[in-house]
């Protein structure tokens, strides 16, 4: 069994998970998103996690069981949390400053760099 596909999504106090045919729908307090999922994948949505099924074990359907586990957990994640994105500098002499929303990030050329 596929290692991404067999676990559970656990799925959050305010997050909503709605069945309809092949049709998943989640909602959370960022928005609402919707997946059309393959025929051949059964999901199936309990009190606290979402499950996905395959009905084989053929070279399509591991790849599709693992593929449909990761869109349904990257749609619970980004109606709970949203996006983030993390800079991580490593190295002596690199330096980054905030001004209002202004990034100014000092790498070692001649002249800071701006990010607006």
Do not use: C, Q, W
């Not at 905030?98 to 800071?112: C, D, Q, T, W």
């Amino acid at each position: 069994m596929s290692r991404v596909g067999k676990s559970p999504i656990p799925l959050p106090e305010k997050v909503k998970a709605e069945l309809s045919e092949r049709t998943l729908t989640i909602t959370g307090a960022k928005g609402t998103l919707k997946l059309n999922h393959h025929p051949s994948m059964k999901v199936i949505i309990d009190d606290s996690e979402i499950r996905v099924e395959r009905p084989s074990d053929s070279k399509t359907n591991r790849a599709l069981h693992g593929l449909t586990r990761a869109l349904i957990n990257n749609m619970v994640v980004g109606v709970s949390e949203g996006f983030k994105k993390n800079l991580e500098i490593i190295g002596v002499g690199y330096r980054a400053e905030l001004n209002g929303k202004n990034l100014s990030l000092a790498l070692g050329f001649s002249h800071p760099i701006l990010v607006i």
